[in-house]
């Protein structure tokens, strides 16, 4: 990747995204489920509603995290001298620093990339807090647009975050 930009992403950055968009949706329905049994107790113990609210808002960290630990346990015995995967390299069955890294950057850039995009086409494109568009039979304009420009800055993220890896690296070979 010598000869690519520093401003284009790289494969893998958008790659990560598209599976970021993926799992999004195993994630929304193990949140939902956590928010119900949370209102189910919090019904009877109310004091609880705050912390099952945090609970439920960081649960993508750990969902992610133990998928990053499996997911890197099956390509480490299916692809055993792979170069990418030596910093992931995991052992176990707990979720190891690299993983819980992982699934805390990979909330991060859930949470930022949905606040980018809907500011981005709020602004720009179509003012979603219109109810008109969401009447209308046809959504795939609208999802298209969310899914295109989410996808577009979780590509960004994780490219910043693959530069700033190598900056370190680079610094730590200088010295």
Same mark, same amino acid.
């Given at each position: 990747?010598?000869?690519?930009?520093?401003?284009? @992403?790289?494969?893998?950055?958008? &790659?990560?995204?598209? %599976? +970021?968009? !993926?799992?999004?949706?195993? /994630? $929304?329905?193990?949140? =939902?489920?956590?928010?119900?049994?949370?209102?189910?107790?919090?019904?009877?113990?109310?004091?609880?509603?705050?912390?099952?609210?945090?609970?439920?808002?960081?649960? @993508?960290?750990?969902?992610?995290? &133990?998928?990053?630990? %499996? +997911?890197? !346990?099956?390509l480490?015995? /299916? $692809?055993?001298?792979? =170069?990418?995967?030596?910093?992931?390299?995991?052992?176990?069955?707990?979720?190891?620093?690299?993983?819980w890294?992982?699934?805390?950057?990979?909330?991060?850039?859930?949470?930022?990339?949905?606040?980018?995009?809907?500011?981005?086409?709020?602004?720009?494109?179509?003012?979603?807090?219109?109810?008109?568009y969401?009447?209308?039979?046809?959504?795939?304009?609208?999802?298209?647009?969310?899914?295109?420009?989410?996808?577009?800055?979780?590509?960004?993220?994780?490219?910043?975050?693959?530069?700033?890896?190598?900056?370190?690296?680079?610094?730590?070979?200088?010295?």
């Amino acid at each position: 990747m010598k000869n690519w930009s520093p401003w284009i @992403p790289y494969p893998r950055s958008w &790659v990560n995204a598209v %599976f +970021l968009v !993926l799992i999004s949706g195993l /994630l $929304l329905s193990g949140a =939902e489920r956590i928010s119900g049994i949370g209102y189910y107790l919090t019904s009877h113990l109310p004091r609880l509603d705050a912390l099952f609210c945090i609970f439920t808002a960081l649960s @993508p960290i750990l969902f992610i995290a &133990v998928i990053h630990h %499996f +997911l890197n !346990l099956v390509l480490d015995t /299916l $692809l055993p001298k792979n =170069e990418l995967l030596e910093l992931d390299k995991v052992q176990g069955l707990n979720p190891g620093l690299i993983s819980w890294w992982k699934g805390l950057y990979s909330w991060l850039v859930i949470v930022l990339a949905t606040m980018l995009s809907i500011g981005v086409l709020d602004v720009f494109l179509v003012p979603l807090g219109s109810t008109r568009y969401f009447y209308r039979d046809d959504h795939t304009f609208i999802i298209s647009a969310i899914a295109i420009t989410w996808i577009v800055f979780a590509a960004y993220f994780y490219h910043f975050e693959h530069l700033v890896k190598q900056s370190i690296v680079a610094n730590a070979k200088k010295s």
